[in-house]
Nanobody, 124 residues
Framework: QVQLVESGGGLVQAGGSLRLSCAASGRTFSSYAMGWFRQAPGKEREFVAGISRGGATTYYADSVKGRFTLSRDNGKNTAYLQMNSLKPEDTAIYYC?????????????????WGQGTQVTVSS
């Protein structure tokens, strides 16, 4: 299991931007597909974005397409989620996760390692 730590959350006004980071420990970061999920109060944890081991393939939930961009720097053992044009409905705790699969799919069951989460709050 790889250890993951999210950072970069905070309070931002609607229309603003925020960049989340997910730092992974270990020497085998490139062996994992990475995903981002979020959970709002009273709701299920939902898929946001995923990226393949090498970063060539990305997947996005329909609700964030065109606004969020997931990338990774395997040399720095870090995945990033750039969030632009933020909306109040984006408010949630954001979690990064790692999967042994080639690609970062949208199903929670595919991921075996999870970070502790970082709070993102978007005000109107």
């Amino acid at each position: 299991q790889v250890q993951l730590v999210e950072s970069g959350g905070g309070l931002v006004q609607a229309g603003g931007s925020l960049r989340l980071s997910c730092a992974a420990s270990g020497r085998t970061f490139s062996s994992y597909a990475m995903g981002w999920f979020r959970q709002a109060p009273g709701k299920e944890r939902e898929f946001v974005a995923g990226i393949s081991r090498g970063g060539a393939t990305t997947y996005y939930a329909d609700s964030v397409k065109g606004r969020f961009t997931l990338s990774r720097d395997n040399g720095k053992n870090t995945a990033y989620l750039q969030m632009n044009s933020l909306k109040p409905e984006d408010t949630a705790i954001y979690y990064c996760a790692a999967s042994n699969s080639q690609d970062g799919g949208r199903y929670r069951e595919e991921y075996n390692s999870w970070g502790q989460g970082t709070q993102v709050t978007v005000s109107s």
